[in-house]
């Protein structure tokens, strides 16, 4: 994303009903998963906890987002109706999650804030549920065995004027209305605004749209288009296959009068552009840059690591970059102002599509892993392409890097509140900059390449990253990194002597 700039179990088993409310919830923490998938919470043995079905945690247990994803179940595919009407108008819309129980569950949670719920079935019976702030916890008619397979169908009634606000670069995220559709920002954990989720960027599954929508509207999803079937009413479903799996907040739908450009990438990749009505002419010289972005990042971070890709124009005043998965989201005014600015943010989103999207992050604490390195690449791009140069760019930010660390927490110690502030963008940067100071620009890109190669398709971590890059530079640098990652105050950058930084006083 760019911008312009616990535990505890229970044996009481709760008799709960659709209309029902739960008093005094009990948060039940998780552990944090390693690779992406879920992973069992601590307590009962695995005997005991087969005998003995209890409910899945309500979170997975992230310092910074406890409530984050749920424990005991492991989703595989969700399939998501809606049936778009108009602009700001709420709609008919179902979540068909398939999963896999790894535990035995008396209870379960989904991340599911706002929208007006209507019935939920797990395996095609009713369940009990009710709603808990921002968690759908649903009771099925009968426990769910672990290692076995189930079926979870919530019906609703979408509201697409839902949005929440953020003090960072964030801004507003949710649904985010067009002048004739939609679009979705559901970074950080916006999702649930959406659609019932197992929320957490460590978490993926493979995703299927289908989007009904008016005469005269388009929609297009994460992936590839499946189907388009008009109906005897005029009205259009359009079905989309996200192709890969992918993390919720990663999840893009959008509706719209749009124009579809089609192009082709390094080695044939597709490429599909989705364009508001009278942009395309005004956004072409920017969006056409893309095969030379794609070529340019595979030549140091190698293949692109999904199917296709394609920019998402969109038509909002929200002035914040998105890279929903396979389809970067820009906002138009990005694509119609400097070239130089534009770029930044087209590199910046397509970085992510490597790291981020592809090796996304184990736990919120490591987003400087995401940031850091779409901004170093979007910087490095740019110094080779008419803008500032890349040392002088660092530069700056070690300047400001003891300020930042005081405002927005250290690199890899972000809070909430920070997650999504100069700190994570600029000062991570720093870091990998640091980093190839210290080793030579060889073996940087080695570590580069082995991370996005090693990690493609997981969840990967700071202490992760430390051990990679020791690993190929041959001796270890977590002496080096975690001052530079967790630490008070900034150390001294390999190499600039010369350069001075006024170290803030707690």
């Known amino acids: 994303m760019k911008a312009s700039f616990t535990r505890r179990r229970t044996a009481l088993a709760l008799a709960l009903t659709g209309a029902a409310g739960v008093a005094g919830a009990v948060v039940l923490g998780g552990t944090l998963p390693h690779t992406g998938h879920r992973t069992p919470a601590g307590g009962p043995s695995a005997a005991s906890s087969a005998a003995v079905p209890s409910p899945g945690a309500r979170g997975i247990g992230d310092p910074l987002m406890p409530l984050d994803g749920n424990g005991g179940y492991e989703v595989r595919h969700y399939t998501l109706d809606f049936d778009w009407r108009a602009p700001q108008t709420p709609f008919e819309a179902s979540a068909t999650i398939s999963a896999t129980a790894t535990q035995a569950l008396s209870r379960f949670d989904l991340?599911?804030?706002g929208n007006t719920l209507h019935t939920v079935t797990v395996d095609g019976t009713p369940a009990a549920f009710v709603r808990d702030g921002d968690e759908l916890v649903v009771t099925p008619a009968r426990p769910i065995a672990k290692g076995r397979a189930f079926t979870v169908r919530v019906a609703y009634t979408a509201d697409p004027t839902q949005q929440r606000h953020r003090g960072d670069a964030i801004q507003n995220y949710g649904w985010m209305p067009t002048p004739d559709g939609t679009l979705t920002y559901a970074q950080p954990d916006g999702a649930k605004m959406i659609f019932p989720a197992n929320d957490h960027p460590s978490l993926r599954a493979r995703v299927t749209f289908h989007i009904t929508t008016p005469p005269g509207l388009g929609a297009v999803a994460n992936g590839r288009l499946v189907e388009r079937v008009r109906r005897p009413d005029g009205h259009i479903r359009w079905t989309y296959d996200a192709?890969?799996?992918v993390a919720a907040q990663l999840v893009q739908m959008a509706i719209g009068r749009f124009t579809f450009v089609d192009?082709?990438?390094?080695?044939?990749?597709?490429v599909r552009d989705v364009v508001p009505g009278g942009m395309v002419d005004d956004t072409a010289?920017?969006?056409s840059l893309t095969p030379e972005h794609l070529a340019w990042l595979e030549q140091r971070l190698g293949p692109y690591p999904f199917g296709?890709?394609?920019v998402l124009v969109g038509d909002t005043e929200l002035p914040v970059a998105l890279e929903t998965q396979s389809l970067s989201v820009v906002p138009r005014d990005n694509l119609l102002g400097d070239r130089?600015?534009?770029?930044r943010d087209l590199v910046h989103e397509l970085t992510h599509h490597w790291t981020g999207d592809s090796v996304a992050i184990r736990r919120w604490s490591d987003l400087w892993l995401s940031e850091g390195h779409a901004r170093y690449y979007e910087r490095l791009y740019s110094e080779a392409h008419g803008g500032p140069d890349l040392e002088s760019a660092m530069r700056a930010a070690y300047e400001q890097h003891d300020q930042w660390r005081h405002d927005d927490g250290a690199p890899a110690e972000p809070t909430g509140p920070t997650l999504f502030r100069n700190m994570r963008y600029d000062g991570s940067a720093l870091v990998l900059y640091a980093l190839r100071e210290k080793v030579g620009e060889q073996t940087f890109e080695r570590i580069e390449r082995s991370w996005v190669t090693r990690f493609r398709g997981r969840a990967a971590g700071t202490r992760d990253f430390i051990a990679l890059a020791?690993?190929?530079?041959?001796?270890d640098l977590a002496?080096?990194?975690?001052p530079w990652l967790s630490g008070a105050h900034t150390p001294p950058m390999p190499g600039h002597p010369e350069w001075q930084v006024d170290p803030v006083q707690d």
């Open 479 to 482: 002496s080096f990194l975690t």
């Open 111 to 113: 991340d599911f804030a």
């Open 243 to 245: 192709e890969q799996p």
């Open 308 to 310: 296709r890709y394609g």
């Open 470 to 475: 020791s690993e190929v530079a041959g001796h």
């Open 263 to 270: 192009s082709t990438g390094p080695r044939g990749l597709p």
């Open 340 to 343: 130089v600015d534009a770029e």
């Open 285 to 287: 010289a920017y969006r």
